[in-house]
């Protein structure tokens, strides 16, 4: 059996965003800037996807700006956001611990800038709360960063609440929605979100593009200088064919999310379920408040990378927080940010399903868990440690 259960790394591309992609290719090939037929027709196109995409999230066309993908449009929301809190005197920046590292790496950035960041912690169910975000904001905050849920371990964050706090105390909100975007319902009106990131590659459209929600009103600095495309918010000739696939892959998401999501879930239990026989293990992130496709545990006495290999072994593709699958030392920051210990942080294992698995094959992903954590304990120090006594569980 072959499973690909990285949903959360990359999708695969939906048929019709193939289909919307290769059209455009061959029909729309002219450049968007250009004033000829062929051109206005590559502009037509892309407006008309703008239009589609922004009706998915309850914005306007003109709310909608091009990227190349999540990260770039992190980088663009949190820099604009900065930019405009320093004209104003303001130069304090809240997030949280378990931001992905596009909103990380660039809030270390802006510290180094002269700004000051107040990270929040995330509690053990993998949770912000909207009160603390309320209580860290101080005169001289000019943006809250909440990402809408992890990438990790698939906690949903208290969002409408946390842009409630965030409007009525006139502090700009930004929310990384990366992961949520084409699986979860959103409306950025009804959840005061004024910036908002999404990549089209997390929900079945192509690699390398994007875009960035700005509400009408907040101003949006240019990244990359250079022609005036995507009124002057971004230079670079528009990537007509993705953006056209991308549009038809939230479009194709968005409008599906209501029929697969009950299976999704149910399968997503089914998982957990099965996993949480094994023993000394524990599920990352809070059980219900999930994307329904994520499911993330930590096995002790086991190394993430491992398990990872045998299981490729075994035709499944998954993902693990730990050290050499992503070429860090360090172990998972969200793992550790939720308050798993090193050791234990280093054995997860993150399986995102796809919205139309069947049971065989969840019962095949929990066999073959069960069977490979089984086989690593066999000769694993660590776990020799444990059962003779010699060192405590953990979990
Ligand atoms: C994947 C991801 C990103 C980065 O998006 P890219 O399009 O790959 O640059 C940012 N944030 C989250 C939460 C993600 O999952």
């Not at 949190?78 to 590292?101: D, N, Q, V, Y």
């Not at 969002?159 to 502090?171: F, K, L, M, P, T």
């Not at 590659?201 to 509400?215: D, E, M, V």
């Not at 995102?352 to 698995?357: K, S």
Request: aromatic fraction near 4%.
């Amino acid at each position: 059996m072959k499973i690909y259960a990285d949903y959360a790394a990359t999708a695969p591309m939906r048929r019709a965003a193939i289909d919307a992609m290769v059209s455009a290719m061959e029909n729309q090939y002219g450049n968007a800037s250009s004033l000829y037929a062929i051109g206005q027709s590559a502009k037509e196109a892309l407006e008309q996807a703008r239009g589609e995409i922004a009706s998915v999230i309850g914005a306007s066309a003109k709310e909608i700006t091009f990227t190349s993908g999540g990260s770039e449009a992190d980088n663009q929301a949190i820099r604009s956001a900065a930019l405009l809190g320093k004209k104003a005197g303001k130069m304090h920046i809240i997030s949280t611990a378990f931001e992905h590292h596009a909103v990380l790496h660039t809030l270390k950035k802006l510290e180094r800038e002269g700004f000051s960041v107040t990270l929040l912690p995330v509690h053990e169910n993998g949770i912000v709360r909207a009160e603390e975000v309320a209580a860290a904001i101080r005169e001289d905050t000019c943006l809250v960063t909440v990402m809408y849920a992890n990438n990790e371990i698939g906690t949903i964050q208290p969002i409408r609440e946390i842009g409630a706090v965030c409007r009525s105390r006139g502090v700009l909100f930004h929310t990384d929605a990366v992961q949520a975007v084409g699986h979860l319902p959103i409306s950025v009106a009804d959840e005061n979100i004024d910036l908002l990131s999404a990549s089209a590659h997390k929900f079945g459209g192509p690699k390398g593009i994007g875009f960035l929600y700005a509400r009408k009103g907040v101003r949006l600095e240019s990244l990359i200088e250079g022609g005036a495309q995507e009124r002057g918010k971004r230079a670079g000739t528009e990537n007509v064919p993705a953006i056209v696939s991308m549009a038809a892959a939230l479009k194709e998401s968005a409008s599906s999310i209501g029929k697969t999501a009950p299976h999704q879930l149910a399968m997503r239990d089914r998982l957990i379920a099965g996993l949480r026989e094994i023993p000394h293990c524990a599920l990352n992130g809070d059980a219900s408040q999930r994307l329904p496709g994520n499911v993330n545990f930590c096995f002790e006495g086991i190394e993430g990378e491992s398990l990872l290999l045998l299981l490729d072994d075994r035709g499944i593709s998954a993902s693990s927080g730990s050290a050499c699958t992503s070429g860090a030392l360090e172990p998972s920051h969200v793992l550790l940010a939720i308050g798993r210990k090193h050791d234990v942080a280093h054995g997860s294992l993150r399986l995102t399903i796809a919205p139309d698995i069947t049971p065989e094959e969840v019962d095949y992903l929990i066999q073959s868990v069960k069977e490979v954590v089984e086989y690593l304990r066999g000769f694993s120090p660590m776990w020799r440690d444990r059962i003779s006594g010699k060192a405590e569980f953990i979990l």
